[in-house]
């Protein structure tokens, strides 16, 4: 399947007072999985409704390869997309919904009725056509609502939290579907979700949009590891932060320099630390050549099943979180009051600057 | 396992069954009570619409000489046909018209902003509001041949003569539309509010046109308040009297004016009987037929 690649440039949509969109722009290349990740009212959806047509932005332009479509109508721009609610006509069965855009561009009956067949085998819903749509389960409304984005093998496929209303374990199975059927299709695909593990898991890159504005744009490994700025590191995975001050082109915890090959820092001024739990080694006593080590005091215990939290003060003044696997064999190193000593490699010590400015 | 633990598993078991009665008792207590609530209302539909309603079958079969079928008989003269024709003829048409006016009106009031919405809402319900005769009446003053209507007219030259507005089926119908065409909003109003805008939506971004989406998608999810609007207009205009006979002016005969003629005239309570018997049941077997066909479920509204 063919697919087109996205140049939205400076898009601004307000409403009121209320900035939904500030002057966005971004490039999606040709069969890219792009997610737009951000909290709700931060514009993703706004940006989507954009892309398909059904909210006028008040500047900007959106171009669908080297067809500018600003002022295309919905119904003429040939883009697939999954309603969160999925939108599926109910006086229609689910082939009848599936087979609709299909009759609306006039093809033929055989060739409708083969490509439906196809599309809801794609989607491992074969011989469920005439089924009534209130028939089916929340997972099979997901699965016709992709089967119908896509019959008309459109050349982008926009999909907006499509998979929120599912339970998680359908949620995970369906992220996986989902990718593999945009690796088997390869259109251009634009995915709103608010859940930052589905975007890590889905996408060959996210943008992170919040007020109107992308905040970082990258790989889903580079926002998650190289967070650019505290509400990244915050809305993405846990964080927590310690003070730090950059000096001489380093960055110095208190009276200590820390080792950072992180992030660059030059630049001076407070900044922050960013701790993840998981990042974070338990060290012996005598260990720590060539980490950043942090010595304090088990505080409190938090078991979670799979992993436990281990909450400790350091001497240092204020308090992480440690994230352990749960072995047997270490039940002991986490009981409160015990001493305990952390490590953090130069490699996973990520700085970012203090003010909350986003 | 020792005894200790087998009675006192016997005895938690047996403690079960006692607050499963319980339980069930409480059920069936607040059944109980919820039924009670709706005594009133029973009785009272029992006393006034259901003993009459036996009664008035009962007598229907009933002469001076005791039991008879020529009331029913009668019903087959020429004269109660053609009542009977007028009576759909008006009913079909003003429920079509009205099913031409309502659909866009309802449209509009469900599209423009919620608070125009319900202002347009409050326009189309003042007319419930005030008394029958006296909008009759005012049909009257419009539309007779010094009204309002023929006086306009005249005066911009478009007609010579005045135009016969009333005492005759198009007054008739200009009258019973008025009275008619909330009860085909508000249903309709009620379906298209409650259809989710996303279908639309979808519809566009599959490739309809406003147009096609508007009649694959918006008329087809509306059906269900049409249907309703349907009904409750073409059943009402059924047994309509107050409309027909002042704005009918005696020339256009509804079945309930022969109801009215038999028992004021002619004082014959067992062939109005028998006209209100035949009314009631062509009624209640057009609702029949309509809930065969598309189920009653979304006459009522509720799918």
């Known amino acids: 399947m063919a697919s087109l690649p996205i140049s939205i440039r400076g898009i601004s949509k307000r409403y009121g007072v209320f900035t939904a969109l500030d002057g966005v722009d971004l490039e999606i290349a040709s069969g890219e999985f792009i997610t737009l990740l951000g909290p709700s009212g931060s514009g993703k959806t706004t940006l989507l409704m954009v892309l398909a047509g059904f909210i006028r932005p008040d500047g900007g332009s959106v171009r669908f390869g080297d067809r500018d479509v600003s002022l295309t109508p919905p119904h003429q721009r040939d883009v697939g997309m999954v309603f969160q609610n999925y939108a599926l006509f109910p006086h229609m069965t689910v082939a009848g919904n599936v087979a609709y855009p299909l009759k609306l561009r006039g093809i033929p009956k055989a060739e409708t009725v083969r490509r439906v067949e196809a599309a809801l085998e794609l989607v491992q819903l074969g011989g469920l056509g005439e089924r009534r749509v209130d028939q089916l389960s929340g997972g099979q409304r997901q699965r016709v609502a992709l089967a119908r984005a896509i019959v008309f093998e459109p050349r982008i496929l926009l999909m907006d939290e499509p998979l929120s209303a599912l339970d998680k374990k359908l949620r995970e199975q369906m992220q996986i579907e989902v990718r593999h059927l945009h690796q088997r299709l390869g259109m251009t695909t634009v995915y709103v979700t608010h859940d930052q593990r589905e975007a890590l898991t889905m996408s060959d890159r996210i943008a992170v949009i919040d007020g109107g504005r992308f905040r970082q744009i990258g790989l889903p490994r580079d926002i998650y590891e190289r967070p650019r700025s505290r509400f990244i590191a915050e809305f993405i995975g846990e964080s927590q932060f310690l003070p730090v001050e950059l000096r001489d082109g380093r960055a110095w915890l208190g009276a200590r320099a820390l080792l950072v090959d992180g992030t660059p820092t030059t630049g001076g001024g407070p900044h922050l630390l960013v701790v993840r739990p998981e990042k974070l080694a338990v060290l012996g006593a005598g260990e720590g050549e060539g980490l950043n080590v942090f010595d304090g005091t088990v505080t409190e215990v938090v078991y979670q099943g799979e992993s436990s939290l281990i909450y400790v003060t350091l001497q240092t003044g204020g308090e992480i979180a440690v994230r352990r696997p749960a072995r047997s064999a270490d039940a002991t190193i986490a009981e409160v009051g015990r001493p305990i000593r952390l490590g953090l490699a130069p490699g996973d010590a990520v700085i970012v600057p203090a003010q909350a400015g986003r | ?303």
């Not at chain 2, 059944?31 to 009664?55: N, S």
Request: proline residues 4%; glycine residues 8%; hydrophobic residues 55%.
């Open chain 2, 1 to 303: 396992m020792t005894e200790a633990t087998i009675g006192t598993a016997a005895s938690l078991h047996a403690e079960g069954d006692a607050n499963a009665g319980a339980y069930r008792a409480t059920a069936r207590r607040e059944q109980r009570w919820l039924g009670a609530l709706a005594w009133p209302g029973l009785v009272l539909i029992g006393i006034v619409a259901l003993a009459p309603i036996g009664w008035l079958s009962w007598m229907s079969f009933l002469d001076t000489d005791g039991f008879t079928l020529e009331h029913y008989r009668r019903l087959l003269d020429d004269n109660y046909m053609q009542t009977l024709k007028t009576t759909f003829e008006i009913s079909f048409l003003v429920t079509a018209i009205s099913v031409l006016l309502g659909y866009p009106l309802a449209y509009l009031i469900a599209e423009v902003r919620p608070r125009l919405g319900a202002f347009l809402l409050l326009l189309v319900l003042f007319p419930v509001w005030t008394s029958l005769l006296v909008r009759c009446y005012a049909w009257l003053v419009i539309l007779q041949r010094r009204g309002v209507v023929n006086t306009w007219l005249q005066d911009a030259g478009l007609i010579e003569a005045p135009l016969r507005l009333m005492h005759n089926f198009t007054g008739t119908t200009i009258g019973m539309l008025h009275i008619m065409l909330p009860f085909m909003v508000l249903p309709l109003y009620a379906s298209m509010r409650s259809i989710d805008r996303d279908y639309l939506r979808a519809a566009a971004n599959l490739g309809a046109s406003p147009v096609r989406a508007f009649w694959q998608v918006f008329v087809p999810l509306s059906l269900p308040g049409l249907f309703a609007g349907i009904v409750i207009v073409f059943v009402l205009c059924l047994g309509f009297y107050v409309t027909p006979a002042l704005l009918g002016g005696g020339r256009v005969y509804m079945w309930s004016m022969q109801i009215e003629r038999n028992v004021t005239y002619h004082a014959d309570w067992g062939a109005a009987s028998a006209l209100g018997v035949v009314l009631l049941a062509l009624t209640l077997a057009i609702l029949w037929a309509i809930g065969r066909v598309i189920g009653f479920d979304r006459i009522v509204g509720s799918k």
